[in-house]
């Protein structure tokens, strides 16, 4: 199994390259938990996708970490990868989105696959779960079976800012629908995620998606589909709107070629969406190393 790790976003919010800033006393950053947490459930490569000039930093921190302990492999995330020359936005410097992220790792990729944020702590509970789907998910000829892990929205809120979430509705531990928000935020009872002026009530026990999700090598076609569909639309800003993952598969669901098994999990998201967000990563990280969830130096 393969662990595909987004970590190309260019992290305006956050005031700096997250993906590589260091969240504990030993300099390990968010990911090398993750990878951490993917090893033990029984992952055997990482592919990290990153932009092309942030590689040397990652095989200097990350990758020499924890190459002796897993297959590593890097794949970059480029402006014109698998965007035809009559598509390119001048002036466009912000990536594509997580869609696009992933497909330009599909020649990385060979085998049933888990992929996540590089900014985002999930949980040993969360990979356990997807590696269970993972070691026996077959695609039948009509439909592509795969996995998400969803969180309970009043444990994935910071009080910096907004956040981005897939909203999610599921049936009898499938996944039903989902829905992209991209500007969450507490409302005092509840959440609550604007659209322009519009506010709607969103409760704090809705499930939500962060990003964590297992798939067949099968997708990777849907992928290339729908982001060519996203690429012919015209609305939206040029220079920023995105294709967002949970935006493709709730099309491919929507399309009826593709299920998602549904995990739900009480764990209390971790992650750096803002500067001001880090102090609380570390404080909850600390907890875990302090109960003996995880060793004072991941790679000792």
């Given amino acids: 199994m393969t662990l595909v790790v987004l970590a190309a976003g260019m992290g305006s919010r956050y005031g700096g390259m997250k993906q590589i800033d260091p969240i504990t006393e030993n300099g390990e950053f968010i990911i090398d938990f993750s990878v951490y947490d993917a090893i033990k459930a029984g992952f055997d490569k990482v592919v990290f996708i990153i932009k092309e000039e942030m590689l040397d930093d990652f095989k200097e921190?990350?990758?020499?970490?924890?190459?002796?302990?897993?297959?590593?492999?890097?794949?970059?995330?480029?402006?014109?990868?698998n965007v035809p020359a009559d598509k390119l936005t001048p002036g466009r410097t912000k990536p594509w989105g997580t869609t696009h992220a992933l497909l330009c790792a599909k020649d990385k990729v060979t085998d049933n696959f888990a992929v996540l944020n590089a900014d985002d702590f999930y949980g040993r509970g969360a990979f356990m779960a997807i590696a269970d789907f993972l070691k026996n998910a077959k695609d039948t000829p009509d439909n592509m079976h795969a996995a998400m892990v969803g969180y309970v929205l009043g444990n994935t809120l910071t009080e910096n800012g907004t956040v981005s979430r897939g909203v999610c509705v599921v049936e009898d531990g499938m996944l039903k629908e989902i829905v992209e928000r991209t500007k969450i935020a507490p409302d005092g009872e509840t959440a609550a995620f604007y659209e322009g002026d519009v506010k709607?009530?969103?409760?704090?026990?809705?499930?939500?998606?962060?990003?964590?999700?297992?798939?067949?090598?099968?997708?990777?076609?849907?992928?290339?589909?729908?982001?060519?569909?996203?690429?012919?639309?015209?609305?939206?800003?040029?220079?920023?709107?995105?294709?967002?993952l949970p935006?493709?598969?709730?099309?491919?669901?929507?399309?009826?070629?593709?299920?998602?098994?549904?995990?739900?999990?009480?764990?209390?998201?971790?992650?750096?969406?803002?500067?001001?967000?880090?102090?609380?990563?570390?404080?909850?990280?600390?907890?875990?190393?302090?109960?003996?969830?995880?060793?004072?130096?991941?790679?000792?």
């Fill in 61 to 81: 921190t990350v990758g020499k970490r924890v190459s002796p302990f897993i297959k590593v492999d890097y794949a970059f995330q480029k402006m014109d990868k």
């Fill in 200 to 244: 709607t009530a969103l409760p704090y026990d809705t499930m939500v998606s962060m990003n964590f999700w297992g798939f067949t090598p099968s997708i990777f076609s849907y992928l290339e589909k729908s982001f060519a569909a996203f690429l012919d639309k015209t609305e939206g800003d040029p220079l920023k709107r995105e294709c967002y």
């Fill in 247 to 300: 935006m493709t598969v709730g099309e491919a669901m929507a399309d009826g070629v593709c299920d998602v098994k549904a995990y739900k999990t009480d764990a209390k998201w971790y992650g750096v969406t803002y500067g001001e967000d880090k102090a609380a990563v570390m404080k909850g990280i600390r907890s875990f190393i302090d109960m003996g969830e995880y060793p004072n130096g991941l790679w000792k």
